[in-house]
C-alpha cells in the first residue's frame, strides 16, 4: 500500500542549532501537509505544498516539495525551546486517502 | 480561526460497555470530518471518513460494526466504540475541515479511551 516515511524518527539538538525533518513518498503525491504536535496536545496544521519544487517559508521554518512530488522537507533555523514536538507530514495521495508519516520527534536542550 | 472540540476528552469504561465520542465544529461548518487514532507515540491512523447525510467512509482494516460513526448534522460527528476491549484503548482524535475533501485540516483536541 502507499506508505509515506520520515526521518529521522528523532532529533535532539542545541537551542540554536538547525533542524531538517525529510519525508518520503513511494507514490506520487498531489499534495502534501505538515503538522505540529506538541507533547500531550494535539496536531496543528502548519502548511500544505501543492506544486512540484514548491518552497515556503514561515519565520524559521521552511517548506519544500520536490520535482517529482514524492518527498518533501521541513528545516527550521536555530531552533528555540518552543520549536520542540513532532512534526508529521501528511500525503495527499491523487484521489485517495490522507496518509500521515511516522512522525520525527525533536527536542530541543536549552 | 477553526476550532474544533471534542467530548469527552477522557473516558474510562469497562469492558464490553458501548463509548461515544462527540466531535464538533464550533464555528463553521463541516461536511466532511475525519477520525484517527493515535497509539502512543505513534502517528495518526485514519479510521474513517464522516460524510454529513451518508455513510462513512472506513479504512481497510477498521471494523464498521465496532467504530459506529454518525455525522448528523454539518457541525457534528459522533464515533461510539461499542462493546469496548482493552485493545480499543487509545487517543481518538477527529478533524474536520473548511472545504471539500482533503483541505487543511482542524483537528479536535483528542479523547483518551481507556478499556478496564
Known amino acids: 500500500g502507499q506508505q509515506v516515511m520520515q526521518i529521522p524518527q528523532y532529533q535532539h539538538v542545541q537551542e540554536g542549532e538547525d533542524f531538517t525533518t525529510y519525508c518520503n513518498s513511494s507514490?506520487?503525491?498531489?499534495?502534501i501537509q505538515w503538522y505540529k504536535q506538541r507533547p500531550g496536545g494535539h496536531p496543528v496544521f502548519l502548511i500544505q505544498?501543492?506544486?512540484?519544487?514548491e518552497v515556503k517559508k514561515q519565520k524559521r521554518l521552511t517548506f519544500q516539495f520536490g520535482e517529482a512530488k514524492k518527498n518533501s522537507s521541513l528545516h527550521i533555523t536555530a531552533t528555540q525551546t518552543t520549536d520542540v514536538g513532532t512534526y508529521f507530514c501528511?500525503?495527499?495521495?491523487?484521489?485517495?486517502?490522507?496518509?500521515f508519516g511516522p512522525g520525527t520527534r525533536l527536542s530541543v536542550l536549552p | 480561526g477553526a476550532v474544533v472540540s471534542q467530548h469527552p476528552s477522557r473516558v474510562i469504561c469497562k469492558s464490553g460497555t458501548s463509548v461515544k465520542i462527540e466531535c464538533r465544529s464550533l464555528?463553521?461548518?463541516?461536511?466532511?470530518m475525519f477520525w484517527y487514532r493515535q497509539f502512543p507515540k505513534q502517528s495518526l491512523m485514519l479510521m474513517a471518513t464522516?460524510?454529513?447525510?451518508?455513510?462513512?467512509?472506513?479504512e481497510q482494516g477498521v471494523e464498521k460494526d465496532k467504530f459506529l460513526i454518525n455525522h448528523a448534522s454539518l457541525t457534528l460527528s459522533t464515533l461510539t466504540v461499542t462493546s469496548a476491549h482493552p485493545e480499543d484503548s487509545s487517543f481518538y482524535i477527529c478533524?474536520?475541515?473548511?472545504?471539500?475533501?482533503?483541505?487543511?485540516?482542524?483537528f479536535g483536541p483528542g479523547t483518551r479511551l481507556t478499556v478496564l
Open positions: 501528511a500525503g495527499i495521495i491523487y484521489g485517495q486517502n490522507f496518509v
Open positions: 505544498l501543492v506544486k512540484s519544487g
Open positions: 464555528d463553521f461548518q463541516a461536511t466532511t
Open positions: 507514490t506520487t503525491l498531489s499534495n
Open positions: 478533524s474536520a475541515g473548511l472545504g471539500q475533501g482533503w483541505d487543511t485540516q482542524y
Open positions: 464522516s460524510n454529513e447525510g451518508s455513510k462513512a467512509t472506513y
